[in-house]
C-alpha cells in the first residue's frame, strides 16, 4: 500500500515556476514507477510526465516537453514536478499517480494522491 500527498502548488504569473512535490508512505515506493497527471475543470485528466523506479527513464507529454522536469528522490520517498515557463494553459490541479509500469495511460497508476491546484495567470 502506498499513500500518496501532493504539496506545491499555488497561484503564479505565467512565465514563472513551480516546483510540486509528491510525498510517499510505505517502504516499497522506490518500486514504483510515479506519474503527474493534471485536470483542469470541465475536462478529463491527462498525463504529463513519469518516471521510472530508478529514476533514469523519464517521459513528457509533447505539451510540457522543454518546460518540466520529474525527478525523484527514493532515499526521501519524494518525486517532484519542476515547473518553468508556466502558461495560463497549464492551469489545473496535478496529482501524483504510482504504478508498476511507467506509462501514461492514468489506468495504469494504482494509487493517487488528492491533487494539489496550480493556477497560472496571464
Known amino acids: 500500500q502506498v499513500q500518496l500527498v501532493e504539496s506545491g502548488g499555488g497561484l503564479v504569473q505565467a512565465g514563472g515556476s513551480l516546483r510540486l512535490s509528491c510525498a510517499a508512505s510505505?517502504?516499497?515506493?522506490?518500486?514504483?514507477?510515479v506519474g503527474w497527471f493534471r485536470q483542469a475543470p470541465g475536462k478529463e485528466r491527462k498525463f504529463v510526465a513519469a518516471?521510472?523506479?530508478?529514476?533514469?527513464?523519464?517521459y513528457y507529454a509533447d505539451s510540457v516537453k522543454g518546460r518540466f522536469t520529474i525527478s525523484r528522490d527514493n532515499a526521501k520517498n519524494t518525486v517532484f514536478l519542476q515547473m518553468n515557463s508556466l502558461k495560463p494553459e497549464d492551469t489545473a490541479v496535478y496529482y501524483c499517480?504510482?504504478?508498476?509500469?511507467?506509462?501514461?495511460?492514468?489506468?495504469?497508476?494504482?494509487?493517487w494522491g488528492q491533487g494539489t491546484q496550480v493556477t497560472v495567470s496571464s
Open positions: 499517480a504510482a504504478g508498476g509500469v511507467t506509462t501514461s495511460a492514468v489506468n495504469d497508476y494504482a494509487y
Open positions: 510505505g517502504r516499497t515506493f522506490s518500486r514504483y514507477a
Open positions: 518516471i521510472n523506479w530508478s529514476g533514469y527513464s523519464t
